[in-house]
């Protein structure tokens, strides 16, 4: 799923939790947690065994009886056990019924720490990414200004009413100023990539 351009910081945070791998981890996280509990505690549960044999006789053993051979048994045979018990005391499963409550609630408290992270993360991003973008018009605004001190001055140099320190002054503030700009906006890119990295885009 995409995200729009003009997306608010509540589109952002929804996405993030909606697509963030370190959640989706810690909720793997508690669903095998989860598992591995019902397996320690199934003890609790009857258990129940059956057994089976079959066997067959290749040749049935024979005894003499007056002088026959007369055969004994028979040639197939089975037998089916069943085999039934419950624990009702027992420490080790008495121990794994305690660890399971801090398993659920480490489990728990990952997956709160995990969604507290991203907003966090993703709203300061998002902030930093705002105050950029102030801090880019703002240096706009200080170049136009410049561009007409430069334009002012340059004019007064020309007729006489200024010597050339002023024009100088000028044209070293404003490539000062757009060296900012350039610094802003390549700091801003930082910024977006990071935002995109914690939204995983």
Known sequence: QSINANATLDDLIDYALRNKIELKQAQIDSEIGEREIASALSGWFPQINASGSIARAIQLPTVNIGGTEVPMGQKNTSGLSFQADQSIISPQLFQASKA????????????????????????????????????????????????????????????????????KRAQISLNNTKASLKSAIENRKYKYDYLKMLLAL
């Open 100 to 167: 399971a409550k801090f398993i659920r609630e480490k489990n728990t408290l990952n997956i709160e720490s995990t969604k507290i992270n991203t907003v966090v993360d993703v709203s300061k991003a998002y902030y930093d990414i705002l105050t950029s973008e102030e801090q880019i018009n703002i240096i706009n605004e200080n170049i136009a200004r410049l561009e007409r001190q430069l334009t002012e001055a340059n004019a007064r140099y020309e007729v006489g009413l200024v010597d050339k320190i002023d024009h």
